[in-house]
């Protein structure tokens, strides 16, 4: 009897397949690769972002019954006024753009410890960012002084914005390094849940009878 060819080429080919097979660890370095690839891409097509900041601080409006605490009272009030229309539509005017555009754009922000309102805006544009953080901020003080006759307090300007020179936003280098981060950690989770071969399937697929025990066993039925 003769050997048949065909069945010595399966198993080599099957043999060659699993050597052709890159090592699973390989996920940990392509996944960082193409992580960091995409973060760059990001980080360079995103316009960069300009944020300016300007300050108000609550003071006595010439009554002698008003403390600091009360100051500092009305500065956390008025920092939660700053968002609202009516600030935002005495501002838009001001700012050149529509008060929807403040709402998303403007943040406001007080201390717990001082009696001052901080009005941060952020803008593709340096100037734009600028102008609106001095638009909202004024229009806080001209809020703050149409009722200083019943609180007692007013607002006045501490700093006024100035136009960024270097962008808020982060550069396509840090979005690289966290996208990075991102593919490798989910390379690495790609790599732990991975399907295993079990020993049995692999003991099933390297027990081939070979053609000379076959032979041998057909001589000893005939």
């Known amino acids: 009897m003769t050997d048949n060819p065909a069945q010595h080429d399966r198993p080599s080919s099957r043999a060659r397949v699993r050597g052709k097979r890159l090592p699973a660890w390989c996920l940990l370095p392509a996944g960082a690769l193409l992580g960091a690839v995409a ?16 300050s108000v601080v609550a003071v006595a409006a ?13 500065a956390q009030a008025y920092g939660r006024v700053a968002p609202q229309l009516a600030v935002l539509g005495d501002a838009q005017a001001k700012a050149g753009v529509p008060a929807a555009t403040l709402r998303e754009s403007v943040q406001v922000a007080t201390s717990p410890d001082a009696p001052m ?3 941060s805006a952020t803008s593709t544009s340096p100037a734009r960012a600028a102008g609106m953080a001095n638009a909202v901020s004024g229009a806080l003080i001209t809020q703050a002084g149409r009722t200083k006759t019943a609180t007692g307090i007013r607002l006045e ?7 960024p020179v270097e962008p808020s936003s982060p550069s396509w280098t840090l979005t690289s390094l966290v996208g990075a ?8 989770l790609a790599l732990l849940v991975r ?8 003991r099933g697929q390297a027990t081939v009878p ?11 039925l005939g």
């Open 39 to 54: 973060g760059g891409a990001y980080g360079v097509a995103k316009p960069p972002q300009y944020t300016a900041t300007s």
């Open 62 to 74: 010439g009554r002698s019954d008003v403390d600091c605490a009360d100051a500092l009272g009305f």
């Open 117 to 119: 309102v901080s009005v």
């Open 157 to 163: 300007r501490l700093s006024r914005a100035l136009k």
């Open 181 to 188: 981060s991102a593919g490798g950690l989910l390379g690495g």
């Open 195 to 202: 399907p295993r071969r079990s020993a049995d399937e692999g």
């Open 210 to 220: 070979a053609p000379a025990h076959a032979a041998d066993a057909h001589g000893m």
